[in-house]
């Protein structure tokens, strides 16, 4: 697929993050800069066999030269990230779409509550690396079945906003996971809540 609206893009690095999740740098293939995008933003990967999934942009938005993605491998996949994981490889050229934000960021907010859980740490990492530079007020909580499938675990740690975040497992103590009760219970004017994750996370 190729148009005036679709970017090439050459897969520069293939990694494997944590258990079942992958990432994939995608650089311009001219060397030319990359549409800009923020914090929240995602493209269209259309991929081999004529399908197309959305993926959330996760580096750091100041970067013109690459996009970087994470996909999960889903085991009840329509094909969409066994096609990623399976069939992608590095220097392969991709279509995808310009970015587009349909999950920005409120900058006036006075607090922000960040909840990501898996894959949907991707879009969230993004809005705490954006919030941690403009020096705003947020916290971040991000839940996991198990720590081997936490992705960016060691980006979150060497970060600056890393006291911020709080990890949570579900496979781990009582009392380190998530009450998403307590949590909520007294909502505050000014704070606003992003929230990322499976469905079940979401309906919770």
């Known amino acids: 697929m190729s148009s ?6 050459r897969v520069a690095r293939k990694a494997e993050e944590a258990t079942d999740i992958c990432t994939f740098e995608l650089l311009v293939l001219d060397g030319a800069t990359l549409p800009s995008f923020s914090a929240g933003s995602h493209v269209d990967v259309y991929l081999p066999g004529g399908l197309t999934r959305q993926y959330s942009l996760c580096n750091d938005p ?3 030269h690459r996009y970087l ?6 085991p009840a996949s329509r094909g969409g990230s066994q096609a990623m994981h399976a069939q992608v490889q590095v220097g392969q050229v991709l279509q995808i779409s310009a970015p587009r934000n349909h ?7 006075r607090r922000s509550l960040l909840l990501a859980g898996g894959i ?3 879009p969230i990492l ?6 941690a530079m403009t020096g705003a007020d947020f916290s971040m909580h991000y839940c996991t079945r198990s720590r081997d499938r936490a992705a960016f675990l060691q980006r979150i740690a060497a970060s600056s906003y890393a006291h911020r975040v709080q990890l ?3 496979d781990g103590a009582a009392d380190q996971k998530l009450d998403l009760a307590a949590l909520l219970a007294d909502p505050q004017a000014g704070v606003h809540l992003y929230v990322c994750g499976p469905k079940g996370f979401m309906d919770a």
């Open 4 to 9: 005036a609206s679709t970017l090439s893009v």
């Open 62 to 64: 100041s970067e013109t």
């Open 69 to 74: 993605i994470a996909v999960l491998l889903d």
């Open 103 to 109: 999950f920005g960021l409120a900058h006036d907010a």
């Open 120 to 122: 949907g740490v991707t």
């Open 126 to 131: 993004c809005m705490a690396e954006r919030l």
């Open 168 to 170: 949570h497992f579900d």
